[in-house]
């Protein structure tokens, strides 16, 4: 940017709402790891709950009634919220990702060059423009993962329910036969 028509006053709110729009950002990123790391406990102790049943169904001792469906039933439950929780703890894994402020060394090669400071903030805000657009992709990938992941995990009874009626649906039929 080219910083040569405007005052210094203005110079410095630019750089001021271009660090504090990167602060906003990374509240948001952080915020959004916590939603999904939560979510992804919340998948995985319900996926560890269902294996746990089918574990026991799986007990030769026990006479339940259509074993196999709910064997079945339980399983695909348990395997949607295990690929939910993967999907959520994808979003959390660490990436570069840019923080408001920047190192003072990063400034080095304009005190040597005896710059004037109000000559540097149009390179600064470059900077700051992108590494807003640097973290604005990170946000919105971690954004589809999660939601892939909240699907998958919400998805997971419904689809555990759907596999055991197809399953008993397909047991009495075979039993008709």
């Not at 271009?18 to 919340?42: F, K, N, P, W």
């Not at 999660?146 to 699907?151: E, L, M, S, T, Y």
Request: charged fraction near 15%; aromatic fraction near 10%; charge should be negative.
């Amino acid at each position: 940017m080219d910083f040569s028509k405007i005052d210094d006053i203005f110079s410095r709110e630019i750089i001021r709402g271009g660090e504090a729009y990167l602060d906003g950002m990374l509240r948001v990123a952080t915020s959004a790891d916590q939603r999904a790391s939560s979510l992804a406990g919340i998948f995985i102790a319900a996926a560890t709950a269902l294996l746990a049943a089918v574990i026991a169904l799986s007990n030769p001792a026990w006479a339940v009634g259509s074993k196999l469906a709910l064997i079945l039933g339980g399983g695909s439950a348990a395997l949607m919220f295990l690929a939910g929780a993967v999907m959520c703890l994808r979003t959390i894994m660490p990436v570069e990702f840019w923080l408001p402020g920047c190192e003072p060394e990063n400034w080095e090669s304009d005190v040597v060059a005896g710059n004037k400071l109000h000559d540097c903030f149009g390179e600064r805000a470059d900077h700051i423009q992108s590494q807003i657009v640097a973290n604005r992709t990170v946000i919105e990938a971690n954004a589809l993962k999660f939601k892939w992941g909240a699907v998958f995990g919400i998805a997971a009874p419904f689809v555990g329910l759907l596999v055991w009626a197809l399953a008993s649906a397909c047991r009495l039929s075979a039993a008709w036969l």
